[in-house]
Structures are given as structure tokens and as C-alpha cells.
């Protein structure tokens, strides 16, 4: 049977219902990378508003450190590097350079399936998905 188990950094929260007596996996916050990522995107109204919309800036935090803001805006902050794009197919690429580069076992964040993740894939250039 393929178990699937869940956990974030320190604590153990258990695995999919199909497996209830498989043992819950204590992640290494150090080893094991667990990273949040969120985008803010401008809205213009539930009319107006759609994919297309500009990405304004997204943040990428992991729990070994690892902090990145990515915006349109030029951010400046100690200790965080701070990249500065200048449209939505940038931001997408950007994103996934760094999420690959960075290889965590999990990705977590607010809404993320049911928005950023489409909102990236909607944003990248044709010519940059893979299969």
C-alpha cells in the first residue's frame, strides 16, 4: 500500500487516511526543506479581476533560513535577498528557478493549489513548460 505522510518542520501531524497505523515522520527542519511561498496579486474587483492580473511581489520562506522576496517594487532589507522583476512572466520564472534550486520536500502556503500555482503556471512563457 503507498503510504503518503505529512509533518512539518518539528512536529508530526500524521498520514493520509488510507495508512492510519503507519508511524507520523519527525521532520529535520535543518535537512529536510519545508517551503512557504505566497503571492500578492493586484486585484481590481471581482469584475475586472482575472489570472492575467500583474504578480506584485511573492516570498519564498523555508524552514532552514532560506528567505527571498521577489518584487516589482525595489525591496531593500538586511538579511533577505530581495530580487527586483519587471513583469509577470520574470516573476513566474523566478519563482520556479528558485523553488527548484532550492529542492524542498514539501511546499506549502495559503491557497497555493487552488491559485498561486495556477496563477504561475498561467503566467510563465509557453516556451518554459516541460513535461
Do not use: Q, W
Not at 529536510?32 to 506584485?56: C, F, Q, T
Not at 531593500?76 to 532550492?102: A, G
Not at 504561475?120 to 513548460?129: G, T
Request: some cysteine.
Amino acid at each position: 500500500m503507498n503510504t503518503r505522510r505529512y509533518a512539518m518542520c518539528g512536529y508530526c501531524v500524521g498520514n493520509t487516511l488510507s495508512v492510519p497505523d503507519a508511524s507520523p515522520v519527525l521532520i529535520d527542519r535543518k535537512r529536510d526543506h519545508v517551503l512557504a511561498y505566497d503571492l500578492e496579486v493586484e486585484y481590481y474587483g471581482p469584475k475586472i479581476s482575472s489570472l492575467r492580473n500583474p504578480i506584485l511581489c511573492s516570498s519564498l520562506v523555508c524552514t532552514c533560513g532560506y528567505i527571498v522576496i521577489i518584487s516589482r517594487s525595489d525591496v531593500r532589507l538586511p538579511s533577505v535577498t530581495c530580487i527586483r522583476v519587471y513583469d509577470n512572466e520574470e516573476m513566474s520564472e523566478t519563482i520556479m528557478r528558485l523553488i527548484s534550486s532550492h529542492n524542498p520536500i514539501f511546499i506549502v502556503g495559503h491557497n497555493v493549489y487552488d491559485f498561486d500555482n495556477v496563477k504561475i503556471a498561467v503566467s510563465l512563457p509557453s516556451d518554459s513548460l516541460e513535461c
